[in-house]
Each structure stands twice: as structure tokens, then as C-alpha cells.
């Protein structure tokens, strides 16, 4: 059983940057698509950014050149460099990883992240 744990979130000034660090408990990072979902008050989980094994990127649009995916295979480890925070991504952000072949997933749980003044 693959266990996520998510770590750095928490409030923030708008303006201001957090980095999120997800550890996966087994090594998986060769067989996995990595990502960050997020889910506000309200509304509906959605993806924010994504990063193949093979380091391809996407992204959200309304997070591109703010945020910044990437990941350590060697420390089991995906993060989510933001910045320039908005009061618009607070929300609780969610680690997830799918395996290639089987397309099963593994969700963290959660960590929240405030912007506010």
C-alpha cells in the first residue's frame, strides 16, 4: 500500500510563497505520474499541476508562472513551489500519484494552505 504525506502548507500573506513537499512511503516515482490536486470550500477537487516520471509538466492556467511542479525521484519526493499567492488558492491541496500501467491512485491527505491578509 503506497501512503502519501503531505507537508508545508499553511497561511500566507497574498504576495507571499509556500513550497509543498509530498513523500511517497515506497518507491513508486518510476511508475508514476505525480501531482497536485486541490479542493476549496465548495467546490470540486481539481487538478493544479502534474509532472510525468519522464519530468513533463502541465499546469493549471491560472497557475502558470506562478507555480512550479517538480520532484526528487531519489527522495521519493514531488513539490509545489508557489508563488505570488493569491487569496483565490486557498483551498486544501492534495497529493496524488497514478500508476502508469494500472492508472490506480494514491491520494495524500491534504494539507491546507491560507492566503490572507
Known amino acids: 500500500q503506497v501512503q502519501l504525506v503531505e507537508s508545508g502548507g499553511g497561511l500566507v500573506q497574498p504576495g507571499g510563497s509556500l513550497r509543498l513537499s509530498c513523500v511517497a512511503s515506497t518507491t513508486i516515482f518510476g511508475i508514476a505520474t505525480m501531482a497536485w490536486y486541490r479542493q476549496a470550500p465548495g467546490k470540486e477537487r481539481a487538478l493544479v499541476a502534474a509532472i510525468t516520471n519522464g519530468g513533463s509538466t502541465n499546469y493549471k492556467d491560472s497557475v502558470k508562472g506562478r507555480f512550479t511542479i517538480s520532484r526528487d525521484n531519489a527522495k521519493n519526493t514531488v513539490y509545489l513551489q508557489m508563488n505570488s499567492l493569491k487569496p483565490e488558492d486557498t483551498a486544501v491541496y492534495y497529493c496524488?500519484?497514478?500508476?502508469?500501467?494500472?492508472?490506480?491512485?494514491?491520494w495524500g491527505q491534504g494539507t491546507q494552505v491560507t492566503v490572507s491578509s
Open positions: 496524488n500519484a497514478e500508476i502508469i500501467i494500472s492508472k490506480r491512485n494514491y
